[in-house]
């Protein structure tokens, strides 16, 4: 199933499961900005008193429990190593940590499970480490399980995503930049104090001349049974002319995005189970594209079929023209993408971190 990465607030994701670090006492620790000081602000005062009587756990263990008020079905609470210089195994217990809470999950039959990044924060593992021992331990932990998993990463750590290309990403688009969506810029031609009114009492006025006299019916609009009326008398007229007889044009339609696709990994002998996992697909959404010769896919969806299939940038291009969609050498999201086809480089979460540091839809997402 999918490994998405997130950017944010791990209490925002709704997800069947949580996972929480916390010490080997499991005390409520509100001394300081944490994952589990702002999970303890936000559940039921019983969450407390489970942790307190529930022994304490390990460095490298977890155990799990209800979600106490939360919209999370399961807590998971872990414990991540001290840092001490990486010469005490302390990527191996951080490795355990994510596998641990992965199998707690998979054992209450989550659909999904939402981590952080363990021990990154008061623990001292360098983001780095953190961010790579993370990726490179779910997405073999995702690769043949039915459940879904976020990697949500708050800014200073998301900037560590993606350094593997970063010098050469640079040169490339330049700088990563993350905007924020300006509500007014996207409602052009608007007076402000205009669209902070209710909506009932906007009305479209008619602008007046001087000294110009207009009739009751100049003023007043079409009635929509009017327009009604108008439409289906133009629609008759336009089947019924012969001109615009469109069978010739539509009775022999090209290959469809689903045939290719179908067609692509039959050549390639692969299963359907390794496409739509190395595409970073849900196994529902998969089965959803081949039932439908004229389904039409996100970019984001098509362009993750050609990761997986690796697929030439020629190929993908023609995949994409399938779906309706193009490589544009003005998109950022398409030159990241060209920039590792070209590599040879079809490593979807190598791409998709890449995308991450970029702020760009991730290829398979939802």
Known sequence: MPLYFKRGNIADVRSDALVVP????????????????????LADEQIEKELITSGGCETGKAKIFPSHGLPC???IYTVGPRWRGGDYGEENFLRSCYKECFALAKSA????????????????????????????TLKELVANEDI???????????????????????????????????????????????????????????????????????????TSEFLTTRRESERASFIGNSLFDLSDEVKDLDESFTDMLIRKISERDMKN?????????????????????????????????AVALELSLEETEELLRKAGFALSKSQVFDKIVTFFIKQG??????????????????????
């Open 22 to 41: 916390t010490s080997h006492s499991m005390s409520v620790r509100r001394d300081r900005e944490s994952v589990d000081s702002l999970v303890f602000s």
């Open 73 to 75: 079905k399961h807590l």
């Open 109 to 136: 039959e989550c659909e999904s499970v939402s981590f952080p990044l363990i021990a990154s924060g008061g623990y001292g593992v360098p983001k780095e480490i953190a961010v790579e021992v993370a990726v490179s």
């Open 148 to 222: 879904t998993v976020y990697l949500v990463l708050y800014d200073d750590e998301s900037e560590r995503i993606g350094n593997k290309y970063a010098a050469q990403l640079k040169e490339l688009v330049g700088e990563p930049f993350r905007r924020k969506p300006d509500v007014w810029a996207c409602i052009p031609d608007r007076d402000e104090s205009d669209l902070r009114s209710p909506l009932p009492e906007r009305r479209r006025s008619v602008e007046r001349k001087p000294n110009v006299s207009y009739s009751s019916s100049y003023l007043r609009r079409p």
């Open 273 to 305: 189970s390794d496409c739509y996992k190395r595409a970073n697909i849900d196994k529902k959404l998969f089965s959803k594209i081949i039932s439908n010769v004229h389904y039409k896919p996100k970019k984001t969806t098509a362009v993750a079929f």
């Open 345 to 366: 480089n079809y490593n979807i979460f190598e791409i998709n971190e890449a995308l991450f540091m970029y702020d760009q839809s991730l290829l398979g997402s939802v």
